[in-house]
């Protein structure tokens, strides 16, 4: 069976540091990649999605970048954080071929920009 | 544009009462609707999808949901619903030919004992 890993699960980070999020799937293989967040505990925002290695799409320019370095992994970056960029962020997978293909969640990791 | 509407930003059902939360969307075409449940600190768990074919759609935990052509509507409905079901519920679309999800803004769902 498939699975999502997300990591790390909290952290706070000062103003002006980088940032590095990090998700991996298992049990599958050509991936379609998902960087989610969510702010104050409701709306979800589509920030990038990715359907291949090296292929990154930005949905919102921010300070915000992601990669897909492996077929499974994608990580989401900044070099230098702002109070903004807190809230809860989400990574998700579907597979790549077929109709309707449903979109898994990891368990999301909390930011704090203090 | 498309848009997902829950018109509900919260609903409140005593423990064992029918629970019903709304979704209309405006996306054109037939777009694949969706139905996710999100529990405090977690990510999203995946409820239910309507693709094509019978109108009411079951999924996991008891809950289904009926899809409404006409009305654009796809509501999510539990017919007994637990205290355990307290939650915040969101609808989303993704549209033929496209992968990436749209979501409503959700709904909190409070059940009562």
């Known amino acids: 069976s498939q699975t999502i890993h997300q990591w790390p699960a909290t952290l706070v980070q000062p103003v002006g540091s980088p940032l590095s999020l990090e998700c991996t799937v298992e049990?599958?293989?050509?991936?379609?990649l998902y960087w989610y967040r969510q702010a104050a505990g409701r709306g979800l925002q589509l920030l990038f999605y990715s359907v291949g290695i090296g292929q990154i799409s930005s949905e919102v320019p921010q300070n915000l970048s992601a990669s897909r370095p492996q077929d499974r992994q994608f990580i989401l970056s900044s070099k230098k954080l702002l109070l903004s960029d807190s809230g809860f962020y989400l990574c998700a997978w579907s597979t790549l071929r077929g109709a309707g293909n449903t979109i898994y969640f990891g368990e999301g990791s909390w930011l704090t920009v203090v | 544009a498309q848009s997902v509407a829950q018109p509900e930003d919260q609903v409140n059902v005593a423990e064992g009462n029918p629970l019903t939360v709304k979704c209309t969307y405006s996306v054109s075409g037939n777009p694949y609707l969706f139905w996710y449940v999100q529990y405090p600190n977690r990510g999203l768990q995946f409820l239910l999808k309507?693709?094509?074919?019978?109108?009411l759609v079951k999924g996991s935990y008891g809950f289904e949901a009926e899809f409404n052509k006409s009305q654009t509507s796809f509501h999510l409905k539990k017919p007994s619903a637990l205290v355990s079901d307290s939650a915040l519920y969101f609808c989303?679309?993704?549209?033929?030919?496209?992968?990436?999800?749209?979501f409503g803004a959700g709904t909190t769902v409070t059940v009562r004992a």
């Open positions: 049990g599958t293989s050509n991936p379609n």
């Open positions: 309507y693709i094509t074919g019978d109108n």
């Open positions: 989303a679309v993704i549209p033929r030919g496209d992968y990436k999800l749209s």
